[in-house]
């Protein structure tokens, strides 16, 4: 139900599309087509159904909006503004797509309130909006419907359903019964080429609906009957998809209904037809005040159910774990648990692979922290990602901690960014590393918004063995490394591998990726060390600050270089190991700390993979001396260790190398 | 039909089977489970339908067959061997994945006959099978269905159909009804956790039929029904999907139909009771004669089709123009008018974006070399791929020369990797740098079967401007650089751009991406060059052998070097500019070229993007002074030329550097 009379609402939306217009006309930059085809849609949601308070925007039992054609920004600044949101002024507006401004050219979040997730790259926001409603189903059954319980709302466009990424979130959703997420088809049959019949013809509908999704088709510009249907919406037992046939660039004359309104200005022209088309008397980022007291009341709306959720909270006996939950706040409680767990490895040692390491660590972990959520892409045997805690999270049962994801890597990453967003958990998957390339979009958007997911990737290397060249990363340690703010760690031994997880779920603004590996590792480290050395990601491990060489690694190629370390001392030549098990943070140390690390001799670097990123070890190396240890090439399909010979990876290959530098 | 009994036809299955378990088993390693659920459906496809002739692998017109499920190789390798296939011996299978065998772990390109693809990473292979029936269409409909006429067949599993590439590649097909596309699905309901339910409960029918697929679900161990659906899909109008309801495992005993088939030899007592109950006494990698010798008919029916599809050729007027396509040679006829068209640009020099130097190029190669096929995942104005010889492909005219692949990454560059593969077109595409991530699983298997697809990536840093960090390729030119054996341009105007086309299609045995700008950049090459200067990856662009400083860029940074150094000039320093249009070659030239072009001195790099690819250049520059202009994190949302200045890549900055090294 809506107290704002029809002509009042189609005023509030033509707030909107005209908002928007004028904004990428401004910008000289910007897509106007998407928010005007929207607009109805989005006034409808926003003021009969989205459970928000705009004073409170952080308020963790609000609807989720989640704007997945995120090219269509303009319409989400239009809004936060309109609903009055701290800090959204009209000159955010006026300043859109501008160098300093909070409006950039596609959501960004953090930097514009009601902003849930930071979308644009197509596909994405619906696969977060997916891991949303997951980590709301979960919670919900969790803490109880009395303290979460909200819906998540998404609204893709016809490029969103193209992507494969789409195919992977909705299965899921549809088959974990998600009948809390609602997704607003912007059915407007218009991509950047020109008519969505140029490349596509799928029944979208009996699509979403053969994974088990409620469907159904609307005029988008009917609000009375996208209101009727986002009401039927929030009754099913299933997830639901709204298409709402649109016109992009609703108002607009010749551009109207074309690909021509999608992504540039309109022209004065076509603005001052659709100024009259949408009877919109006024000058640009000219609001009238009832329409703007109108969406500001809207704004308000929810501050009494915020009210009430407040006082179910203060009754609740879940609330303190649900508010724990909230915070993400792991630190002192795994510290405590790490700690313990290491001193026992210390007083027996265990030689297991880093992926049976991680297991390890993890039923610790999870014992610790009760709020993360674990899961694999369809290689829970190999990833050892569940442990005792973690049972199934299924539709029947969503309360599980563990996600059978299927054979959906990218999917996957993406709901896990959701999850993050969402709150309340804390998302961890795996995957082989290989198979980071299929998840690599999400990775990188995590990377840009600072969120904490973590990617359990193992079979790290050739180690892998008979699974051949198509399933042993190279290049994957180099190439993850290269996306910014997003750290791999690539642990030498069962300790490294749990103080990596402890540094990792310590990094609340960091995306993580940890690369174990398939064979065992001789345990390395062997001595209590006071705090956490891996905080740094990288410490002499083993020998003085004085030496002739310095042999670095990661991984199972540490391992190598301590024998390597051995070989050489027999013949006189002193050598400290340097362990390296992330990189990233490494050289986020300051200089005094890398130089001490690393020394001021000739430097050997070991790891089972390209060189590229270890280049400004290599090359940066005392007297210029510098070699690599490690893969130019493709692997090849054999066992394990006869590989690591064939390649050249070997101790005596290290210790060759530093006698080399030496002579 | 079929010559062989119903009982042959079964024992015939049973050598797939027992093959399949025995090689797994030698090599302690491997997938039995698929071969053997799978291996009535493969021989009744062999036997009755498939059009080959293992005496010639590569027969231009045969049916190709894809193994899109890889893990199950040793379906492929044991027909392989059965067949007849010159050079696949009974020691090949024997040696199943051993270092050094061509039975590698999964379906290698170039190592086994009749393995028309690498496989493995999961759905790859299904979306090579529609690009390659794209390729078949295409030239079907171009040189005549008297010279190519074909199937392909492909076989998919649960996986195959979950990774959401899936998606894209079946809803192309289906828009562009390849009604010569089989897709058999190995329908066991398992993955490697367990049972399909634990993830998944899609109606595959039903979302294949919403793409505009024929559907049909058969008993896969029954050949009868087998055969009689391939025969249907064979006269439909649009691709086919059988649903092939199968028991992994099949033969076995408590392993049967259960995920323990899956991925891991059997053991001796499930092999024995395969043994059993397939009815086979043979010991293994024993083929009794009469089994061996239909297969071997099977391996030899089809050269008598093949006899006569030569006699077609001899008398088809389209021949000659096909055999062109198909050896894909384009050395001279590309030289020629590259070359003549650069002696244009000399004459009258032009200042455009080089995604417009890329369309002027592709317009002068599109004349030339009549097989390219390109195409955009909807970007066609931003990416400028369309030129004036090509139309659109579409379901009714395949003879376009111009796909539009809609919003589908990853699923174009699987695609195209199929295209490459079939032969008779050369593809290339167009996208976003950004969202080469999209599709990097197909990059690395191009790199990696080393096929000759070309990636046109526009918008290739912050130049892009206002879209934002989630459209602005920061690490992405060091990512693709990693990957061994793909090979990177960025070409710095609009002569270096024609040139590294020209370079990018002779490399018949690389993948490539061409890496454009949005902005316009100032034509440098004003001579006429002898030959292609950016063969060699990099050169001395201006500037004498002897020097101060040497400047080195790619792309649109050349000609900020190109300013810097005129800027240096003026305070007495001497700079020489070394433009490095693709760095990858640059680094394949031996050390002489190298050290030459970079001389002795002190260098700066600069780049739009990271600085990881350069390390290795920067810290080995003379007297160990080196430094870097580009990027050290994400991007901003704001005009292209205001992000230089805002990031600090402008002339000045690289001429400062420059002094400071100097100092």
């Known amino acids: 139900?809506?107290?704002?009379?029809?002509?009042?609402?189609?005023?509030?939306?033509?707030?909107?599309?005209?908002?928007?217009?004028?904004?990428?006309?401004?910008?000289?930059?910007?897509?106007?087509?998407?928010?005007?085809?929207?607009?109805?849609?989005?006034?409808?949601?926003?003021?009969?159904?989205?459970?928000?308070?705009?004073?409170?925007?952080?308020?963790?039992?609000?609807?989720?909006?989640?704007?997945?054609?995120?090219?269509?920004?303009?319409?989400?600044?239009?809004?936060?503004?309109?609903?009055?949101?701290?800090?959204?002024?009209?000159?955010?507006?006026?300043?859109?797509?501008?160098?300093?401004?909070?409006?950039?050219?596609?959501?960004?979040?953090?930097?514009?309130?009601?902003?849930?997730?930071?979308?644009?790259?197509?596909?994405?926001?619906?696969?977060?909006?997916?891991?949303?409603?997951?980590?709301?189903?979960?919670?919900?059954?969790?803490?109880?419907?009395?303290?979460?319980?909200?819906?998540?709302?998404?609204?893709?466009?016809?490029?969103?359903?193209?992507?494969?990424?789409?195919?992977?979130?909705?299965?899921?959703?549809?088959?974990?019964?998600?009948?809390?997420?609602?997704?607003?088809?912007?059915?407007?049959?218009?991509?950047?080429?020109?008519?969505?019949?140029?490349?596509?013809?799928?029944?979208?509908?009996?699509?979403?609906?053969?994974?088990?999704?409620?469907?159904?088709?609307?005029?988008?510009?009917?609000?009375?009957?996208?209101?009727?249907?986002?009401?039927?919406?929030?009754?099913?037992?299933?997830?639901?998809?709204?298409?709402?046939?649109?016109?992009?660039?609703?108002?607009?004359?010749?551009?109207?209904?074309?690909?021509?309104?999608?992504?540039?200005?309109?022209?004065?022209?076509?603005?001052?037809?659709?100024?009259?088309?949408?009877?919109?008397?006024?000058?640009?980022?000219?609001?009238?005040?009832?329409?703007?007291?109108a969406w500001r009341q809207t704004g308000q709306k929810g501050a009494a159910a915020r009210g009430e959720w407040d006082a179910r909270m203060a009754k609740s006996d879940k609330a303190a774990e649900y508010k724990k939950a909230l915070s993400g706040d792991v630190k002192e409680d795994l510290r405590n648990a790490i700690s313990q767990y290491i001193s026992g490895l210390i007083a027996d040692p265990k030689k297991v692979a880093t992926r049976k390491a991680s297991e390890m660590a993890l039923e610790v972990i999870n014992e610790a922290i009760p709020f993360t959520l674990g899961g694999s892409a369809d290689l829970t045997g190999s990833n050892n990602t569940k442990t005792s805690q973690t049972v199934a999270l299924t539709a029947e049962d969503p309360t599980g901690r563990y996600i059978h994801y299927g054979i959906r890597e990218h999917g996957m990453a993406a709901m896990m960014n959701g999850m993050a967003l969402h709150g309340g958990v804390i998302p961890y998957s795996g995957g082989f590393l290989i198979f980071s390339d299929y998840c690599r979009p999400s990775l990188r958007l995590a990377a840009l918004m600072g969120i904490r997911v973590i990617h359990v990737l193992t079979h790290d290397s050739i180690g892998l063995g008979e699974d051949g060249p198509t399933h042993q990363p190279v290049e994957h340690m180099s190439a993850l490394r290269a996306i910014p703010n997003f750290y791999m760690f690539r642990p030498c031994d069962v300790v490294e591998t749990a103080e990596c997880w402890e540094v990792a779920l310590n990094m609340t603004d960091k995306p993580s990726g940890i690369a174990l590996t398939r064979q065992n590792l001789t345990q390395l480290r062997t001595e209590m060390a006071e705090g956490n050395p891996c905080e740094k990601g990288g410490y002499i491990l083993s020998g003085g600050k004085k030496r002739d060489v310095t042999l670095i690694a990661s991984g199972s190629e540490v391992e190598l270089a301590m024998e390597a370390k051995t070989e050489l001392e027999k013949d006189g030549v002193t050598a400290a190991v340097v362990s390296v098990p992330c990189l990233d943070l490494f050289m986020d140390q300051d200089d005094a700390y890398i130089a001490d690390v690393l020394g001021d001799g000739p430097r050997v670097v070991a790891e089972a993979g390209i060189q590229q990123s270890w280049d400004r070890i290599i090359y940066t190396a005392g007297k210029g001396k510098g070699a690599f240890v490690g893969m130019t090439g493709f692997g090849a399909s054999g066992k394990g260790e006869e590989l690591f010979e064939h390649f050249g990876i070997t101790s005596a290959a290290i210790a060759a190398k530093a006698k080399e530098l030496l002579s």
């Open 1 to 293: 139900m809506t107290d704002f009379s029809p002509e009042l609402q189609k005023r509030m939306s033509a707030a909107i599309a005209t908002l928007s217009m004028d904004a990428v006309e401004q910008a000289n930059s910007g897509h106007p087509g998407m928010p005007m085809g929207m607009a109805d849609v989005a006034t409808t949601l926003f003021t009969r159904f989205l459970k928000f308070d705009a004073s409170a925007p952080n308020w963790p039992d609000r609807d989720r909006f989640v704007l997945s054609a995120g090219h269509g920004s303009m319409l989400i600044y239009s809004l936060s503004y309109l609903n009055g949101y701290q800090g959204m002024t009209i000159d955010d507006l006026k300043n859109f797509r501008q160098l300093g401004s909070k409006t950039a050219g596609h959501p960004e979040y953090g930097h514009v309130p009601g902003v849930e997730t930071t979308t644009g790259p197509l596909g994405q926001g619906f696969g977060n909006a997916v891991g949303m409603a997951i980590a709301e189903a979960h919670c919900r059954a969790r803490y109880g419907e009395d303290i979460c319980n909200h819906f998540t709302y998404t609204i893709a466009g016809d490029g969103c359903l193209m992507e494969g990424i789409s195919q992977e979130a909705l299965s899921l959703a549809g088959h974990l019964k998600l009948n809390k997420l609602i997704v607003l088809w912007d059915d407007n049959n218009i991509t950047i080429d020109g008519a969505v019949s140029l490349a596509d013809s799928t029944d979208q509908l009996k699509r979403f609906e053969a994974s088990g999704w409620d469907v159904t088709r609307v005029d988008g510009h009917d609000m009375e009957a996208v209101a009727k249907a986002i009401e039927a919406a929030q009754k099913s037992d299933t997830p639901s998809l709204i298409a709402c046939k649109t016109v992009i660039g609703k108002g607009a004359n010749k551009k109207a209904g074309t690909k021509s309104a999608h992504g540039a200005p309109l022209g004065a022209e076509e603005i001052a037809f659709a100024r009259t088309s949408l009877d919109w008397t006024h000058e640009p980022f000219d609001v009238p005040s009832d329409v703007l007291d």
